[in-house]
């Protein structure tokens, strides 16, 4: 059989649709500089998912994200997404939206694990399915979490910046004035 050269020009650009078809675009390559992972796309409706709480085995303890653990906390813990997200959390007629404030879950095949404050606020007691849909982030503080002018160890207050450091020379120079007793 003879081969025409309009036969072999045919082939080949067969095989070259082909081979295009199959190589991604250039900006779709994965960034190997070493940079922030990226975004995932936001989600379409919410998410269905088993949740627990944890609660007063673990209050005093620092989350992951570096708040201290405690009753008036209310937030949730994820095994991926950054601290600070904030995650709008359904359960039946009760709505919440709650930062991420730790790691977790580990276990019971759970994808999140509420603090104490938010299981009593959406009136959670044991392991249930919630509907949950991230909406937004937040700054990640000592005090995320906390309602407003609730305190943590070292005084910081919920809302409020936290205090300045001394300066050397603040702390150096002797108290003077004041009230004297009398």
């Known amino acids: 059989m003879r081969t025409t050269l309009a036969h072999k020009l045919s082939l080949l650009a067969l095989f070259a649709g082909v081979a295009c078809a199959c190589t991604p675009?250039?900006?779709?390559?994965?960034?190997?500089?070493?940079?922030?992972?990226?975004?995932?796309a936001a989600a379409t409706g919410p998410k269905v998912a088993l949740a627990t709480w944890f609660g007063p085995g673990f209050y005093g303890h620092k989350t992951a994200c570096g708040q201290v653990l405690s009753r008036a906390l209310v937030g949730v813990a994820n095994r991926t997404l950054p601290c600070g997200t904030l995650v709008q959390v359904n359960y039946r007629g009760h709505s919440l939206t709650v930062p991420v404030v730790d790691?977790?879950?580990?276990?019971?095949?759970?994808?999140?694990?509420?603090t104490g404050g938010a299981a009593r606020a959406l009136k959670i007691k044991e392991t249930v399915r919630v509907a949950t849909l991230v909406v937004g982030s937040e700054p990640n503080t000592p005090t995320l979490g906390l309602p407003p002018g609730a305190t943590v160890a070292g005084g910081a207050a919920a809302g409020a910046p936290a205090p300045a450091a001394p300066s050397a020379s603040a702390s150096s120079a002797p108290a003077t004035g004041g009230a004297s007793a009398g």
């Open 103 to 114: 790691r977790g879950p580990y276990a019971n095949g759970a994808d999140w694990d509420l």
């Open 25 to 40: 675009a250039v900006g779709a390559l994965a960034d190997t500089t070493g940079g922030a992972a990226p975004t995932p």
